[in-house]
């Protein structure tokens, strides 16, 4: 039987290290998932930093350079930057090498990546479903993917091999992995984050423009409800604007049911509908249960924020 505690790659190359992949870095180490670490990332001062921080064995701002050799590379770059970085990077990986990427849409990088990929290299893309509103080297840490779902959308006949060693991985970094093709990925998605996070920028946005209440009172009583969308609307721009050019279709979809419950919970206010809203505000107060239930957050009152000091 295999050693559960052995590497499962003797390099990994890991390519953009802000805060999902100097969690990885971090990860690999205190879990012991691969040999040696490579990481490059395109930012001098990323490059500088990452050094500093000795999270990986060889740091370098040439992507040819970390990818050589590496049996495991992942791309941990915007969105809208994995096309570019996989056609400089493809002439460089190894034969059997495996090609993955942490991006939170897939079909719009398999369409971008998919057409990079050399003859004999595995391309398996994945999503980890573990983040902050930080970004940055500093901001990641060892245990993010802690009993976080991982998401694989492998392309049809990947091969059972790489698709173990990549499940593997990701389990061994705590994830719990999951596969399932790359749309359904986007539409699930589209509803468990992209829409709340347009959400949260659209109501922060609305509540900075308003004229009748001001940005101190806003501020001032924001622990009313407004500070939690605060927190997502404060998720990096680069990230959420890729986000939505890349999975427009399931995002449009979406906000449109969206539209549709908003006319009709309009309705129930607009008739008095004590009914209606209690049976809905019923069902949503289940749906934060079970997500307790699952361990996917905490039942801590309000989400396990220190209680302010009595003076
Ligand atoms: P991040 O903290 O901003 O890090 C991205 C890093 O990639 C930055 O250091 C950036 O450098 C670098 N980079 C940008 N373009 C590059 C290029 N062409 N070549 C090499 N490096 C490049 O972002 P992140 O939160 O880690 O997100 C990275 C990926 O993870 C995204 O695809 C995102 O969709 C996905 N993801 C994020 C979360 C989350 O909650 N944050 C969760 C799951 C998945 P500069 O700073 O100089 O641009």
Redesign the pocket.
Same mark, same amino acid.
């Given at each position: 039987m295999a050693d559960a505690r052995a590497p499962i790659f003797d390099k990994v190359a890991l390519?953009?290290?802000?805060?999902? =992949? /100097?969690s990885i870095a971090r990860g690999i180490r205190t879990y012991g998932a691969a040999k040696r670490i490579a990481a490059?990332?395109?930012?001098a001062?990323?490059v500088a930093r990452v050094r500093e921080l000795a999270i990986a064995d060889e740091v370098t701002q040439n992507?040819a350079e970390a990818a050589k050799g590496a049996d495991l590379v992942i791309l941990?770059?915007?969105?809208g930057?994995?096309g570019?970085?996989a056609r400089a990077l493809a002439p460089h990986l190894a034969p059997g090498a495996i090609l993955s990427?942490? =991006? /939170?849409?897939k079909a719009a990088i398999v369409a971008q990546v998919a057409p990079h990929v050399p003859a004999g290299v595995h391309f398996i893309p994945a999503?980890?479903?573990?983040?902050?509103?930080y970004?940055?080297?500093d901001?990641g840490f060892a245990t993010l993917f802690q009993n976080r779902w991982c998401i694989l959308t492998p392309p049809d006949g990947a091969e059972a091999e790489a698709m173990r060693k990549l499940s593997a991985f990701w389990t061994r970094l705590g994830a719990n992995v999951e596969t399932m093709s790359a749309s359904h990925h986007d539409l699930v998605l589209a509803v468990t984050s992209h829409l709340p996070h347009l959400i949260a920028y659209n109501i922060v946005g609305t509540a900075a423009d308003l004229e009748e209440v001001t940005q101190s009172e806003v501020i001032k009583f924001s622990a009313s409800g407004f500070r939690d969308f605060t927190r997502i609307a404060a998720?990096?721009p680069?990230?959420w604007r890729?986000?939505f050019l890349n999975n427009k279709d399931a995002v449009l979809e979406m906000l449109g049911r969206f539209d549709e419950d908003l006319t009709a919970l309009r309705r129930l206010i607009r008739t008095g509908d004590g009914d209606g809203l209690f049976t809905l505000f019923t069902r949503t107060r289940a749906i934060r249960r079970s997500i307790i239930e699952q361990g996917q957050d905490t039942a801590a009152p309000d989400f396990g924020r220190a209680a302010p000091r009595e003076e």
């Open positions: 390519i953009g290290l802000g805060l999902i =992949g /100097s490059s990332d395109s930012s001062d990323v992507v941990c770059v915007p969105v930057a994995c570019e970085v990427d942490v =991006g /939170s849409v999503h980890p479903i573990a983040g902050t509103e970004s940055g080297p901001a998720s990096d680069t990230m890729d986000i």
